[in-house]
């Protein structure tokens, strides 16, 4: 086990565009704000990797886990990074809470404030749940996934692993393949990527791929094989069965074998591919196991990054609270 290091690490000021308390979407993130906070996050990270297991910039600040719907990565990873930054991390947990009894979710996250909670990160399946919160609460709200509308610090962490790998989002061609109805990577992904200069690229059955998404100024097509030879990056988007009313295709092997990226696509697609997944994957559908796990994969990278994107949003965000506390 390596010894826990602790170091302050070289931030630079607060950005000054930084005005937000809350997180909501990355619809209305200007590219100054997003840049603004992947380079916070590129600075967590060195200091991350460098082996630093503690930057106490929150010392005294309390998170709180507000999750309705299950979680592997965004819920551990928040907690990690409050933890990092010397924050307090408590996990609400819905199977076990007086929701049962019928108490309200505003109800539930004005309790959990009132005990002392200044950051409430929020995931739910109904989306605009986090907005609501943030009306309601003083304290600060993270959206950690609304139903199938946004989940922005997942499609930060998908940009932070793409700038890093090929420094720039400016000019490549960003590819989403997959259950893009159900996904709200999907939607912050676009917003996020068109605004720092990609162009986008949606894909996958007509019943999961709606012409309707051309509104968001996206290129669409149902052919995985037609786009791959221009993609610079494709993100595989799960299949969401549990969001599903009908299966919206004939079998999982037909799925698989019309957008799997598998071995032989791989051999059509351009030398340097990369292939993102926000996790988590299903092995053999979205894809094989040998290119999950190849060198061209970046899945594992991009949950290394989570860590260091939440360390820069709970920064970030509290910093807005920090500068003006609720009733000063
Ligand atoms: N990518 C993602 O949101 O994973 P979890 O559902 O495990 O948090």
Known sequence: ???????????????????????????????????????????????????????????????????????????????????????????????????????????????????????????????????????????????????????????????????????????????????IAHSRTARSNIWGLKTLGAHVIVCGPSTLVSPRWKELDVEFSYSLDDILPRVDVLNLLRIQFERQHDRPFPSVREYAHLYAMNRDRLARAKDDILILAPGPINRGVEVTPDVADGPQSAILEQVTNGVAVRMAVLWLVTSVLRAAPVGS
């Open 1 to 179: 086990m390596e010894p826990m290091s602790e170091h302050p690490i070289e931030l630079g000021p607060l950005p000054q565009c930084w005005k937000r308390r809350h997180l909501l979407g990355l619809e209305d993130l200007t590219a100054e704000e997003l840049t603004a906070v992947l380079d916070k996050a590129d600075l967590f990270k060195q200091a991350l990797v460098a082996g630093t297991r503690r930057v106490p910039l929150l010392s005294g600040i309390t998170n709180c886990n507000l999750f309705f719907e299950n979680s592997t990565r965004t819920r551990t990873s928040f907690s990690l990074a409050a933890r990092r930054l010397g924050a307090d991390s408590i996990d609400f947990s819905a199977s076990t809470s007086s929701l049962s009894k019928g108490e309200t979710v505003i109800d539930t996250a004005k309790n959990i404030e009132a005990m002392g909670a200044d950051v409430m990160v929020v995931r739910h399946r109904t989306p605009g749940t986090p907005h609501l919160l943030a009306q309601n609460l003083d304290c600060c709200v993270i959206n950690a996934g609304d139903g199938p509308h946004e989940h922005p610090t997942q499609g930060l962490l998908d940009i932070l692993t793409i700038r890093q790998r090929r420094g720039t989002l400016q000019g490549l061609t960003v590819a989403l393949v997959g259950d």
